[in-house]
């Protein structure tokens, strides 16, 4: 058979696709991707939506494919056959599924509390030599965690834990291990509201007491649309002062917002975040078209 898949918006690998293309790779068929005109000969077409802006996309595939995806409708799943295929990819999950319920995410309605899928082995094609574990929360289960962390020194593993892992379950013991592993890029951990700063700044006297260099860690700052200029630059402050990356991760709603695109500019360009803020508008080609938004504030 020929097999369809339409990827409409991911901007990382659709693990879900992935499940589908194996399982119809093993059985000896045909996988198409994102050729809609393969529509009026394929054998089956299979649809992924993520983000629910994004649902219109799906109306020309209504009624001749499978559609899933968050975006689409949180509570579909697939097929258990399709559902247990490891795609070995070199990226993917252990477990799924967290702890929180932070409002801004859809993981514990569509995943569930935390459960394990799976292992290091379920993922590594056994010749890449960098792995990224895309994991919600497994700090959330030390144990699988450190188990996890065995296999990748076993197999001498450069790993990326993509989705961050949460500071407000470390301890030393995890901290060790966190900071034993090779790793391509910084630890990944998130600072997503002004009110977490005290349990944040725990965490980081914790990391460099068993010891994080200093700009060997990246912590995501998230921009709701409730926050104002100040809330997401006292976080990114505290942070520089701290000598912590940071990637600020706007929502969606204030993409468009221009204080928070310059704040953006100066906390994801790794380089110029070792500047101060007021340093990286004045003297940055790139950055001084943001000078004038700013003067109203007062930025130390």
């Known amino acids: 058979m020929k097999i369809l898949l339409i990827d409409i918006d991911s901007t990382i690998p ?13 059985k000896g068929d045909e996988i198409i991707w994102d050729f809609p005109m ?43 056959e399709i559902e247990s295929v490891k795609p070995r990819i070199n990226w993917g999950f ?13 993981v514990p309605e569509k995943e569930g509390y935390i459960h394990v899928v799976g292992d290091v082995y379920d993922l590594w094609d056994g010749e890449a030599k960098f792995i990224v ?5 497994i700090l959330a289960l030390p144990e699988h965690f450190k188990m996890i962390c065995s296999q990748l020194k076993k197999e001498n593993l450069i790993v990326d834990f993509e989705q961050g892992l949460d500071h ?23 600072f997503d509201d002004i ?7 725990k965490s980081i006297k914790l990391l460099k007491k068993n010891g994080l260099k200093d700009w060997n860690s990246r912590w995501y700052v998230y921009v ?20 912590q990356g940071v990637y600020v991760m706007r929502d969606r ?46 930025i130390d």
């Open 14 to 26: 659709n693990f879900a696709l992935k499940k589908i293309e194996k399982y119809y790779l093993d």
């Open 38 to 80: 393969a529509r009026f000969y394929a054998d089956k077409i299979f649809v992924s939506c993520i983000f629910p802006e994004n649902k219109h996309k799906c109306d020309e595939w209504e009624g001749i494919a499978e559609i899933g995806g968050t975006g689409y409708d949180i509570k579909k799943k697939l097929p258990p």
């Open 94 to 106: 252990t477990t799924r599924g967290c702890i929180r319920k932070c409002y801004f995410c859809f």
């Open 133 to 137: 574990i895309n994991d919600n929360n």
């Open 168 to 190: 407000r379950l470390l301890t030393d013991d995890l901290a060790q291990e966190i900071l034993s592993l090779k790793r391509k890029y910084p630890i990944r951990f998130a």
């Open 195 to 201: 009110k977490q700063q005290n349990v944040v700044e």
């Open 224 to 243: 709701s649309p409730t926050d104002d200029f100040y809330s997401v630059y006292n976080r990114m402050k505290y942070l520089w002062e701290q000598k």
């Open 253 to 298: 709603t204030v993409i468009k917002n221009k204080e928070f695109q310059a704040l953006s500019c100066w906390g994801n360009m790794f380089g110029a975040f070792k500047y101060t803020f007021k340093d990286i508008i004045c003297t940055s080609e790139r950055m001084k078209i943001y000078k004038g938004l700013f003067d109203k504030y007062n």
